[in-house]
């Protein structure tokens, strides 16, 4: 079975604070993706990344970076939290061109 | 623009009854996929279903059937003999052609009453 992990379901952080989201995968995918989902809003795409070091902005990269130094793992990062990236966090993966992505947990984060 | 419509916020059926769960796309490409999750109040998405744009027939996948009406742009979920574990949001989404990008709807929230 495909496994996508992250490294917290439940995250409360300070408004200004450095936040890092970990996201690993164990099935080997060219390609892993962050999206986050708001009510009302579905999901959307933050970042992803088709291989190592590479990456490409989705719809809302404001206020976000990636970082992806292993084939495994996808690291999304908030430079400086705020309370409006208060949502519900997914990462997911999946095989290049390949029919489905493959989600993790999520994490609900919380800016205070 | 937006590239999947779900038009219904939510949605009630009654226990054992069929229900459609509607979604409308917009591409210009020939090539593209559609899928179907499931994400119950624990948060996890579910796959569900996948049609590809090539393909023929309507894909079915359990007690879930794809309704592809490719002219009209639609790939409505139908649920057959609704459960009480049925009840969850429903999402519709498209990979496009180049097979890296999804787009999602905004959702479809099913309640199965007893």
């Known amino acids: 079975d495909v496994k996508v992990t992250q490294s917290s379901r439940y995250l409360v952080k300070r408004t200004g604070e450095k936040v890092f989201l970990e996201c690993v995968q164990d099935m080997d995918h060219e390609n892993m993706f962050w999206y986050r989902q708001d009510p009302g809003l579905g999901l959307r795409l933050i970042y992803f990344?088709?291989?190592?070091?590479?990456?490409e902005k989705g719809d809302i990269p404001e206020g976000y970076s990636v970082s992806r130094e292993k084939k495994e793992r996808f690291s999304l990062i908030l430079e400086s939290a705020s309370t409006n990236q208060t949502s519900m966090y997914l990462c997911a993966s999946n095989p290049d061109r390949v029919e489905t992505q493959y989600f993790g947990p999520g994490t609900r984060l919380l800016v205070l | 623009a937006q590239k999947i419509t779900q038009t219904q916020p939510g949605m009630f059926v009654q226990e054992k009854e069929a229900v459609t769960l509607d979604c409308t796309y917009d591409t210009s490409d020939q090539s593209y996929g559609l899928f179907w999750y499931k994400q119950p109040s624990s948060g996890e998405m579910i796959f569900l279903i996948y049609?590809?744009?090539?393909?023929?027939q309507n894909a079915t996948e359990g007690r879930y059937s794809l309704n592809f009406q490719k002219a009209r742009k639609s790939a409505n979920l139908v649920i057959s003999a609704s459960q009480l574990g049925d009840s969850a949001m429903y999402f519709c989404?498209?990979?496009?052609?180049?097979?890296?990008?999804?787009?999602f709807g905004t959702g479809t929230s099913l309640t199965v009453i007893p």
């Open positions: 049609q590809g744009s090539y393909d023929e």
């Open positions: 990344s088709y291989d190592v070091k590479m990456k």
């Open positions: 989404a498209m990979r496009d052609i180049s097979g890296n990008q999804f787009y």
